[in-house]
């Protein structure tokens, strides 16, 4: 069986380009005994796989060059030499491996997969159910800790992240204002995910004033996504006791110079502030608690969801790409 697989070609410097992937024919033999073939169906991108480019120490290891890069990804089986498995079942990857590799056939092991119910739209294992979500939902409330009447900003408040973070925080009874790029981001976060207040931090050269006119009583939860001068005019405004989870530095992940900005050791003091960076992978054992909780949320009409979707195997570097000048709303997704 032929199928194409997408490559990391080279590393990148900076912003990648097209040359960082290469797109390759191969021959995927059958399946052998506890294999499964499957046929992706949607892949995630995600902005943390622009460090797996890097040949950088980290919470996890670099792609490698000249093999197939990889992400989350729904897939429905194909072919089953695992009793555990029959043809048509959706799973995802499991059991100890978070991702497939990006090619339009793929053999992974029964042990590694996982069924889902095909009762729910796949794609939110990807999104508001999955890393994303998640990351969301242990970020504000085991680090945030939010309190009813406090004041919560998000950075990077229109992505998969961002408007989950925004929508649990207001379930808490916080004052919300999400900052994002562009004028309908911001009245969408508004208008349909009842953000009290957002900014638009495209071409706004007074960031500090906008964050003051939005937040009068200042910022008592800075839920970090994006880093850089966004981070740095939010900081101006921290109350006493404020805590910041950083969940993603997006802003930065392209430089090739070291960035410098204000030194937030300060504030820190004079402030007495937590700020603590996390991973998803950090609350691997309460998956399910996370899962249980947005799922009543998402049933009950708490937590509403969008999804950017962008069709063909070939427009995953694209997509990918995408997220790093704001071309997506929610989750991005790539249907195969």
Same mark, same amino acid.
């Given at each position: 069986m032929?199928?194409?697989?997408?490559?990391?070609?080279?590393?990148?410097?900076?912003?990648?380009?097209? @040359? =960082?992937?290469? =797109?390759?024919?191969?021959e995927?033999?059958?399946?052998?005994?506890g294999?499964?073939?499957?046929?992706p169906?949607?892949f995630?991108?995600?902005p943390y796989?622009?460090?797996?480019?890097?040949d950088?120490?980290?919470?996890?290891?670099?792609?490698?060059v000249?093999e197939?890069?990889?992400?989350?990804g729904v897939?429905?089986?194909?072919?089953s030499?695992d009793?555990?498995?029959?043809?048509?079942?959706?799973?995802?990857?499991?059991?100890?491996?978070n991702?497939?590799?990006?090619?339009?056939?793929?053999?992974?092991?029964?042990?590694?997969?996982?069924?889902? @119910?095909?009762?729910?739209?796949?794609t939110?294992?990807?999104?508001?159910?999955?890393?994303?979500?998640?990351?969301?939902?242990?970020?504000?409330? @085991?680090?945030?800790k939010?309190?009813?009447?406090?004041?919560?900003?998000?950075?990077?408040?229109?992505?998969?992240?961002?408007?989950?973070?925004? +929508?649990?925080?207001k379930l +808490?009874?916080?004052?919300?204002?999400g900052?994002a790029?562009?004028?309908?981001?911001?009245k969408?976060?508004?208008?349909?995910?009842?953000?009290?207040?957002?900014? $638009?931090?495209?071409?706004?050269t007074?960031?500090?004033?906008?964050?003051a006119?939005?937040?009068p009583n200042?910022?008592?939860?800075?839920?970090?996504?994006?880093?850089?001068?966004?981070?740095?005019?939010?900081?101006?405004h921290l109350?006493f006791?404020?805590?910041?989870p950083?969940?993603? +530095?997006?802003?930065l &992940? $392209?430089?090739? @110079?070291?960035?410098?900005?204000?030194r937030?050791?300060?504030?820190?003091?004079?402030?007495?502030v937590?700020? +603590?960076?996390?991973?998803?992978?950090?609350?691997?054992?309460?998956?399910?608690?996370?899962?249980?909780?947005l799922?009543?949320?998402i049933?009950?009409?708490?937590?509403? &969801?969008?999804?950017?979707v962008i069709?063909?195997?070939?427009q995953l570097?694209?997509a990918?790409?995408?997220?790093f000048?704001?071309?997506?709303?929610?989750?991005?997704?790539?249907?195969?």
């Amino acid at each position: 069986m032929k199928i194409q697989q997408i490559l990391l070609n080279e590393r990148p410097e900076g912003l990648p380009s097209p @040359d =960082t992937f290469k =797109t390759v024919s191969v021959e995927l033999p059958a399946p052998a005994e506890g294999e499964v073939l499957l046929q992706p169906l949607y892949f995630s991108v995600d902005p943390y796989m622009r460090g797996r480019m890097n040949d950088a120490r980290s919470y996890i290891p670099p792609f490698k060059v000249q093999e197939p890069i990889e992400s989350g990804g729904v897939a429905t089986v194909v072919e089953s030499k695992d009793a555990r498995f029959s043809a048509g079942d959706l799973v995802m990857p499991g059991g100890g491996k978070n991702f497939f590799p990006w090619a339009t056939g793929i053999l992974f092991s029964g042990d590694h997969l996982r069924k889902i @119910d095909s009762s729910i739209p796949p794609t939110y294992y990807l999104g508001v159910l999955g890393m994303p979500g998640l990351t969301a939902y242990f970020g504000l409330m @085991d680090i945030g800790k939010p309190k009813s009447g406090e004041t919560v900003v998000i950075s990077g408040a229109a992505g998969a992240v961002g408007l989950v973070a925004g +929508q649990i925080a207001k379930l +808490q009874g916080c004052r919300v204002v999400g900052i994002a790029g562009g004028e309908e981001k911001v009245k969408l976060l508004t208008s349909d995910f009842n953000f009290d207040a957002a900014i $638009n931090y495209k071409g706004n050269t007074h960031l500090g004033t906008a964050v003051a006119a939005a937040c009068p009583n200042g910022v008592d939860i800075y839920f970090d996504n994006v880093g850089g001068d966004i981070s740095d005019a939010v900081m101006e405004h921290l109350n006493f006791f404020a805590r910041i989870p950083v969940c993603g +530095q997006i802003a930065l &992940y $392209n430089s090739t @110079d070291v960035p410098m900005g204000p030194r937030i050791q300060p504030t820190l003091i004079k402030f007495s502030v937590l700020m +603590q960076g996390f991973t998803i992978g950090n609350y691997a054992h309460r998956y399910m608690e996370g899962m249980q909780q947005l799922g009543e949320w998402i049933r009950a009409g708490k937590i509403k &969801y969008t999804e950017t979707v962008i069709e063909g195997f070939d427009q995953l570097p694209t997509a990918l790409l995408g997220l790093f000048s704001g071309q997506n709303s929610g989750k991005m997704i790539v249907k195969v």
